[in-house]
T-cell receptor, first 113, second 116 residues
């Protein structure tokens, strides 16, 4: 099993450009999450999904959109990238939202110039 | 509101020293779950342990041990006889029962450097 995978691994964007980050999991998990990691701030939740076809806002959702058309995939979109969105993005998944552990992908490093 | 504090921003030790990483949490939930994750220089987040709030038994796994104390709201992580491969950023995280989707609140992380 690959676990949680993310593409791309690294990307450079110019301000105003758009892009989509793809997260895929092969563990049949219901719940999926997108976090961003910034220096000294730990990880903060952007959006999450509790099942196929559902999405919801986390702590820092502004400037991002998500879609969960298939259970195994969770897409994070930036419609008009800004330098403040320079960060490392992590996707995670879990079987459910209770005690279950969230397992993380390898991360996507995004630089917005 | 939930909060996790890792007061130690950076720790530097020499190989074979023991080191303890502190984690203090705040939550109003009576049932909650605590986690430790490791982020090595390669960047991925590796799950280390999960502890339920109703289970205060300490846990030992090889050179790693965890001390959970509800009375002081702490969940500290000790590495015995540290090795260079232990160099990483370590995150403590909290998940309460207050949200259905399992909101995970992370501390700021502690950078551990183990020198040979």
């Amino acid at each position: 099993n690959a676990g949680v995978t993310q593409t791309p691994k690294f990307r450079v964007l110019k301000t105003g450009q758009s892009m989509t980050l793809l997260c895929a999991q092969d563990m049949n998990h219901e719940y999926m999450y997108w976090y961003r990691q910034d220096p000294g701030m730990g990880l903060r939740l952007i959006h999450y999904s509790v099942g196929e076809g559902t999405t919801a806002k986390g702590e820092v959702p502004d400037g991002y959109n998500v879609s969960r058309l298939k259970k195994q995939n969770f897409l994070l979109g930036l419609e008009s990238a800004a330098p403040s969105q320079t960060s490392v993005y992590f996707c995670a998944s879990s079987y459910s939202g209770g005690k279950e552990t969230q397992y993380f992908g390898p991360g996507t490093r995004l630089l917005v110039l | 509101a939930q909060k996790v504090t890792q007061a130690q921003t950076e720790i530097s030790v020499v190989e074979k020293e023991d080191v303890t990483l502190d984690c203090v949490y705040e939550t109003r939930d009576t049932t909650y779950y605590l986690f430790w994750y490791k982020q090595p220089p390669s960047g991925e987040l590796v799950f280390l342990i999960r502890r339920n709030s109703f289970d205060e038994q300490n846990e030992i796994s090889g050179r790693y041990s965890w001390n959970f104390q509800k009375s002081t709201s702490s969940f500290n992580f000790t590495i015995t006889a540290s090795q260079v491969v232990d160099s990483a950023v370590y995150f403590c995280a909290l998940k309460g029962r207050g949200t259905s989707y399992g909101k995970l609140t992370f501390g700021q992380g502690t950078i551990l450097t183990v020198h040979p």
